[in-house]
C-alpha cells in the first residue's frame, strides 16, 4: 500500500469520462482506517458522496475508493 502522509502532488477523477484534475493527494487515518483524501486546485462540480475517485501520480494509479460524505465539521 502507498502512504501519502506529506501529500503528493498528482490527479484526479471523479467519475470514468471526466477529465483528470490536478489535486494534493495524501492519506490520513480515520474512524474506520486509512483515507485517502484529494484537495483538488480548482473546485470540481458535482463530487457526490458514493461515487467513485481514482487517483493517479502521472500515468500510475495511487489510490481510489468511493467518496464519503463530509465528517461532522468537515464542510
Known sequence: SIRLEGGIKGTARIRYNSVDQP???RTRVG???LLLEAEFD???R???PGQSL???EGERVV???I???PAAGEG
Do not use: K
Open 63 to 65: 489510490g481510489g475508493g
Open 54 to 56: 481514482v487517483c493517479y
Open 23 to 25: 489535486a494534493l493527494l
Open 67 to 69: 467518496i464519503l460524505p
Open 46 to 48: 458535482a463530487a457526490t
Open 42 to 44: 480548482q473546485p470540481v
Open 31 to 33: 474512524p474506520g482506517g
